[in-house]
């Protein structure tokens, strides 16, 4: 036999091993659909109780009312629990959204706890940059060390100096610039 003889493709029959009545299978579409609303029951309830475990955590923290059993810090209340220390404090974060407006219960039960914190993330992100300067340093290298030590401590005041020289005293930036095209030839 050559080579080209020996390559054979078998299909599995993908049902094999299911009822193969209607009735069986009726049955077996009856108790998948079943599991699959018992899931989505368990998904809510549990969606539900995190929610009801970030107000609690959240009232607790704010009231102090972890200093009733002798806790110094709300870190060490979180300790004696299941709850993780990072969960926790995600879940804060995104109570304090809720109570400031930018989120609700039904946007995180429909999203999920994690793409809610994504999302806040994404805006605190966008506001950061909002507040950054926009304009980007300057880079240039000085031939002299004192002035360069000079400028180095005095960078506010540099800004301040080449800002007010290009916007109020463009007479002398022209003669600075007629003195370096000189300079150059």
């Known amino acids: 036999m050559s080579k080209k003889d020996k390559k054979e493709i078998i299909l599995n029959d993908r049902n094999v091993g299911f009822g193969e009545s209607s009735s069986n299978i009726k049955n ?5 659909q079943n599991y699959k609303d018992r899931l989505k029951k368990i998904t809510v309830n ?9 107000e609690i955590l959240y009232n607790i923290r704010e009231k102090k009312l972890y200093r009733i059993d002798g806790y110094r810090r709300f870190v060490d209340f979180l300790s004696q629990f299941v709850i993780g220390r990072s969960q926790a404090f995600l879940y804060l974060r995104l109570y304090r959204r809720v109570l400031m407006g930018e989120l609700n219960m039904d946007e995180i039960k429909q999203i999920g706890f994690r793409e809610a914190y994504r999302k806040i993330r994404e805006v605190d992100v966008k506001k950061n940059r909002s507040k950054e300067n926009l304009i980007k340093p300057l880079r240039f290298q000085l031939k002299n060390q004192n002035s360069y030590d000079f400028y180095k401590k005095n960078a ?3 800004g301040f100096i080449l800002d007010r020289l290009f916007l109020q005293k463009q007479d002398l930036l022209k ?5 370096f095209e000189s300079s150059r030839k």
């Open 28 to 32: 077996d579409e009856k108790e998948y």
């Open 175 to 179: 003669e600075f610039v007629n003195e």
């Open 156 to 158: 506010k005041l540099t």
């Open 46 to 54: 549990e969606i539900n109780n995190k929610i009801e475990i970030m």
